[in-house]
Each structure stands twice: as structure tokens, then as C-alpha cells.
């Protein structure tokens, strides 16, 4: 028989586990929803089942001579030299976006050809060191 105390602790640990439990539950299921991992144009062109009302990210390289430049909007083709996914956005680019450059576009797909960009984000490598800080460099070692 099991005393008083003792069934107090067994409940309050049940208690614990249960509300842990629940609390894994809630966050992993919120990351899966919220998270946005990447995608090239080949497997855009591959999957069969896309969402087109879901909101993505689409990686690449920025063509050569692809981008297009006007009063509202900048329009460019990503690229992973297999297959390539023209894209659309509207608002200041990154200081690193450039052509034959790594990009990350996040929006959503209007078709398996066409992409609407909400915000970019450029890629650089470890090399890269900013503008301003090249020239503070440069003026120190004169």
C-alpha cells in the first residue's frame, strides 16, 4: 500500500511529465511550421506538389546578364545551372547582390517559371569583408 507522500510525489512527477511532454510537442510542431529551408529551381521543377500559396525561399547563383532594372521593381533569373526560375522584387537589394553571386529570394511562386520576392538575401563567402571597413583598413595601413 502505497503512503500518503508518497502517491503525492508519483502524481506530481506524472504532473511534470505530462506538461513536459505537451511543451515538446507545442515548440516542434511551431518550428515545422515557421521554419523555411531553401530550394533550387530543379526542385521546384521536380516536385510535383508545391504550394503555391505557401511562402518559400529559393537559392541560387544570379545569371549573367539577367538583371533588369526599373523605376518599381528589379528582375532577375536564378540559377542552378540545370534549370533556371525568373524572379521579381520590389525594395532595396543587399550591397552584395550582384550577378554570377549567391542569392536566397523568399516569397511565393506564382508559377514553376516565375517567382515574387518579398526580401533577398545575398550570399557571400568567408572572404568577404564590407566596403567600409576595406577602406578604414586601407587609410590605417598609409
Known amino acids: ?8 510525489r508519483v502524481s506530481l512527477l506524472s504532473l511534470v511529465l505530462i506538461l513536459s511532454v505537451i511543451s515538446i ?10 521554419i523555411l529551408y531553401f530550394q533550387s529551381p530543379t526542385d521546384i521543377k521536380n516536385n510535383n506538389d508545391i504550394n503555391f500559396n505557401k511562402k518559400m525561399r529559393v537559392g541560387g547563383m ?22 533556371e526560375l525568373k524572379v521579381s522584387y520590389s525594395g532595396t537589394v543587399p550591397n552584395l547582390f550582384s550577378e ?6 523568399e516569397g511565393r511562386l506564382q508559377d514553376k517559371k516565375f517567382f515574387v520576392a518579398d526580401r533577398i538575401l545575398a550570399k ?15 587609410k590605417d595601413v598609409k
Do not use: C, Q, W
Open 1 to 8: 500500500m502505497l503512503t500518503k507522500k508518497v502517491k503525492k
Open 25 to 34: 510537442f507545442l515548440i516542434l510542431r511551431s518550428l515545422t511550421s515557421n
Open 62 to 83: 544570379v545569371k549573367k546578364n539577367s538583371i533588369t532594372i526599373n523605376d518599381k521593381e528589379i528582375k532577375f533569373i536564378i540559377t542552378d545551372f540545370d534549370n
Open 100 to 105: 554570377e553571386k549567391g542569392v536566397v529570394a
Open 124 to 138: 557571400h563567402d568567408e572572404n568577404y569583408m564590407p566596403p567600409e571597413l576595406k577602406e578604414i583598413i586601407k
